[in-house]
């Protein structure tokens, strides 16, 4: 049975939360996968959109990327996610290939949401990271041959990096850490602090000796930053977290010399991103980041930062904490927006703001048929009703 298109409009910019980034190694392009079903390709020194990646969607969250990567030799772009049409019993990795935008290649036969995927450095790997019970895989970039597995998991992968040598270390929503050799078989795994589960965020330091890792406690939205041994998983040192009491860390990177380490704030307000020197030893700077909550963080060559949130946004930070891109969407944002929306007592104006805070504010006259914007809000309008006495069956 054939299945209908589904349009959708190009907005020149994601619609839905950006929920993973990546740059190339030669630091010419970022990609990003987002809830609204779209992996556009950007030119990151000016955030020009080059093309969209669009794999197979469909209706409800069928379609949406939670994951994407880009190979070494900066040719190919991974994604997954809920990646499968509706006739479909099983999920797929789709490659496109970065020039000319085609789908090259699918891999197929994953009974489980796609949540992660990364490339080994020298691109002779790609780990994919699955929901609940999937466990993880390891494909042989080659043919795409299943080199390595572990179902052994009791709960989603949250996050997936490999160092230099080929090893591999992801965290689960099950509370554990584990580490692979470069012939994936596990080496070691570590329980999380108590209390806490590890987070989204997982790094080698750049010669694989360290290991970043965020924690969180979403009981008490409290959460912890660890460096742990890049050989048997024992703990090293704990980053200052001074301040960052309210929310929790999200994702981490070192930066290409593993002189700084970076992590992004993923819950309560504000977003930022906390920069460490010394490796995570160091003092520590804030940056005011986002709208919402970091959900990506890549380093880049000449010592900048690259980063996503849900809002959705991505910018770059250059080598001296200067934001030199800051790239938002083109649609209103009505959250925390109930105390601008008011009206006049016969009925005859509405007003609202289309950004967060009452910022931006709108008018709606019935009488003139027309909606305009104005510097302020204006006063003697009140809240709408929205309960009253009465009613029943």
């Not at 190979?71 to 006739?87: L, R």
């Not at 020039?99 to 891999?107: A, F, N, P």
């Not at 008011?342 to 009452?358: A, H, M, P, T, W």
Request: aromatic share 12%; proline share 5%; hydrophobic share 35%.
């Amino acid at each position: 049975m054939r299945e209908e298109p589904i349009l959708r409009m190009e907005m020149g910019m994601h619609s839905a939360w950006i929920t993973c980034i990546a740059v190339d190694p030669q630091n010419r392009f970022i990609v990003t996968g987002a809830q609204d079903k779209t992996i556009p390709l950007w030119e990151l020194s000016t955030g020009k959109l080059v093309r969209v990646f669009r794999p197979q969607i469909g209706e409800g969250p069928t379609g949406m990327i939670f994951a994407v990567a880009v190979s070494p030799d900066g040719k190919m772009i991974a994604c997954g996610g809920m990646t499968k049409s509706e006739s479909e019993t099983f999920y797929s990795i789709y490659l496109f290939d970065r020039e000319s935008g085609k789908l090259v290649q699918r891999i197929g036969g994953l009974s489980y949401i796609i949540l992660r995927i990364a490339y080994s450095k020298d691109g002779r790997f790609l780990v994919v990271g699955m929901g609940k019970g999937g466990g993880i895989r390891i494909y042989r970039t080659s043919d795409y041959s299943i080199v390595g597995e572990d179902g052994d998991y009791g709960d989603a992968i949250y996050g997936a990096d490999f160092d230099g040598n080929g090893r591999l270390v992801t965290t689960s929503k099950d509370g554990f850490i584990r580490l692979y050799g470069s012939d994936f078989k596990l080496v070691t795994k570590r329980k999380a602090p108590d209390g806490f589960k590890p987070g989204w965020g997982v790094r080698f330091s750049p010669d694989g000796s360290s290991i970043a890792v965020t924690f969180f406690d979403d009981t008490i939205l409290s959460g912890k930053l660890d460096v742990l041994s890049g050989k048997d998983l024992s703990h090293q040192y704990s980053p200052d977290l001074k301040g960052l009491t309210r929310g929790f860390l999200g994702p981490v990177c070192w930066s290409m010399d593993g002189k700084f380490l970076y992590a992004g704030k993923q819950s309560r307000l504000p977003f930022i991103i906390r920069k460490w020197s010394e490796g995570g030893k160091g003092p520590h700077k804030d940056f005011d980041a986002a709208e919402s909550r970091i959900h990506g963080l890549v380093s880049l060559k000449d010592g900048g930062i690259v980063f996503a949130s849900a809002y959705p946004s991505f910018g770059v930070f250059d080598a001296k904490d200067k934001k030199v891109l800051h790239m938002t969407p083109p649609i209103a944002d009505y959250r925390w927006g109930q105390k601008s929306f008011l009206v006049s007592k016969n009925g005859d104006r509405i007003q609202f703001c289309y950004e967060r805070l009452g910022k931006f504010p709108a008018r709606f006259s019935v009488i003139e048929r027309s909606l305009k914007t104005y510097p302020a809000l204006e006063l003697g309008l009140w809240p709408p009703v929205t309960q009253a006495s009465g009613g029943g069956d």
